[in-house]
């Protein structure tokens, strides 16, 4: 499953992952590979990526949480709120 995390000002994320879980309005919730299509608001909170390493580890993904969490196949940041889009195993995280 694909991941995106962008904001306005720059490119959080973009690579492979096995699940996401957002601050949700609601609270927490997750996406795991073949959910189902979804829009949904993001509150501010944690957002925690399980990414799959070794497909992340070239040049076509250039984020600034590649760089920094290369190595890691879990990681976590934070965001001031949002708005995700699930759909055929891509997630778009359009985050402030």
Same mark, same amino acid.
């Given at each position: 499953?694909?991941?995106? $995390?962008?904001? *306005?000002?720059?490119?959080?994320? !973009?690579?492979?992952?096995?699940?996401? $879980?957002? *601050?949700?309005? /609601?609270?927490?919730?997750?996406?795991? +590979?073949?959910?189902? *299509?979804?829009?949904?608001?993001?509150?501010?909170?944690?957002?925690?990526?399980?990414?799959? $390493?070794?497909? &992340?580890? &070239? /040049?076509?993904?250039?984020?600034?949480?590649?760089?920094?969490? +290369?190595?890691?196949?879990?990681?976590?940041?934070? !965001?001031?709120?949002?708005? !995700?889009?699930?759909?055929?195993? +891509? $997630?778009?995280?359009?985050?402030?």
């Amino acid at each position: 499953m694909l991941l995106e $995390v962008i904001t *306005p000002d720059e490119t959080l994320f !973009i690579g492979n992952i096995s699940q996401v $879980v957002l *601050p949700g309005i /609601d609270g927490s919730f997750g996406i795991l +590979k073949n959910h189902a *299509p979804m829009i949904s608001a993001l509150a501010k909170g944690t957002v925690k990526v399980d990414q799959l $390493v070794a497909e &992340n580890n &070239n /040049d076509d993904f250039e984020g600034k949480y590649n760089l920094a969490f +290369k190595d890691k196949d879990s990681f976590t940041f934070e !965001i001031n709120g949002g708005v !995700i889009e699930v759909r055929e195993n +891509k $997630v778009i995280v359009l985050a402030e």
